[in-house]
């Protein structure tokens, strides 16, 4: 079974810097379009950035654009998020999951994991 772990979130001051990481215990990355999603307190989960499969290029949510970076090591399963420039409106829970060539979100492959939290202080 496919486990998703989060982790590199924290609380830091608008203007300021994190990344994320998202490793995927048992599963190689390179067949699947892996991507960064964010669930602020009452809202719905929204998607933030995701890195094609096969090389196929990035793509990241408006808000974020020219801010934030998703990545991958294959030989290290996990997938990143760099977030730069942070805003107090980046502040919510960060997910990672995957899915098939020519699904939409709607049909990740996995179940979610417990997020990290990011908190952004004006």
């Known amino acids: 079974q496919v486990q998703l772990v989060e982790s590199g979130g924290g609380l830091v001051q608008a203007g300021g810097s994190l990344r994320l990481s998202c490793a995927a215990s048992?599963?190689?990355?390179?067949?699947?379009?892996w991507g960064w999603f964010r669930q602020a307190p009452g809202k719905e989960r929204e998607f933030v950035a995701a890195y094609n499969r096969g090389g196929g290029g990035t793509d990241y949510a408006d808000s974020v654009k020219g801010r934030f970076t998703i990545s991958r090591d294959n030989a290290k399963n996990t997938v990143y998020l760099q977030m730069n420039s942070l805003k107090p409106e980046d502040t919510a829970v960060y997910y990672c999951n995957a899915k098939r060539s020519g699904t939409t979100w709607y049909s990740v492959l996995y179940s979610w994991g417990q997020g990290t939290q990011v908190t952004v202080s004006s």
């Open positions: 048992g599963r190689t990355l390179i067949n699947y379009t």
